[in-house]
Nanobody
Framework: VQLQASGGGLVQAGDSLRLSCAASGRTFNSYNMGWFRQAPGKERDFVAAISWSGGSSRYADSVKGRFTISRDTAKNTVYLQMNSLKPEDTAVYYC????????????????WGQGTLVTVSS
């Protein structure tokens, strides 16, 4: 599985962005998908995840109520809708695919995209 993340950019606090992660390969629908982010000098943190069926999702406490993860199986794409953005959301955002449903564990994801930068100004 190859993953290509896009949609990042420079926005102001309170704005919205939608990130996309396009996956190649016929087995996309069998993978759980996650979004992580990494700010400069910090570890990669869990943001959100969605199960292979789309029936389950998880969010980091810091983004609950503001971010929504979804997937479009016909387009082999997973999305992260980000609303009410804050300066502390500034980071490189990575999408990832994994077989096991361990949403917030980096090592449980087998494939990673290249990352897309989100910058939120105050």
């Amino acid at each position: 599985v190859q993953l290509q993340a896009s949609g990042g950019g420079l926005v102001q606090a309170g704005d919205s962005l939608r990130l996309s992660c396009a996956a190649s390969g016929r087995t996309f629908n069998s993978y759980n998908m996650g979004w992580f982010r990494q700010a400069p000098g910090k570890e990669r943190d869990f943001v959100a995840a969605i199960s292979w069926s789309g029936g389950s999702s998880r969010y980091a406490d810091s983004v609950k109520g503001r971010f929504t993860i979804s997937r479009d199986t016909a387009k082999n794409t997973v999305y992260l809708q980000m609303n009410s953005l804050k300066p502390e959301d500034t980071a490189v955002y990575y999408c990832a695919a994994g077989r096991n449903w361990s949403p917030n564990i980096v090592s449980e994801y087998n494939y990673w995209g290249q990352g897309t930068l989100v910058t939120v100004s105050s």
